[in-house]
């Protein structure tokens, strides 16, 4: 799975049709783990390593919502 920065706002996840950016915000997190559930429940875990102003943050090409 490709795993592009992305940005920090807006919050949540945001889908623009190619890809998911998600963004969560925690000013006490030592890491952000994202879980994703694909169609036949296996999860996939992704890292968020960008953070700005305590917003962990990345896209993901290809990710839909559902």
């Known amino acids: 799975m490709r795993i ?10 945001t889908f623009d049709g190619t890809g998911t950016n ?11 783990e994202l879980c994703l559930l694909g169609a036949d429940n296996a999860e996939t875990h992704v890292e968020l390593r960008e953070v700005d102003g305590n917003v962990w943050h990345c896209y993901l090409p290809g990710v839909r919502p559902g």
């Open 4 to 13: 592009w920065p992305g940005n920090a706002y807006p919050l949540g996840a």
């Open 22 to 32: 998600f963004a969560l915000y925690s000013s006490v997190a030592e890491k952000v």
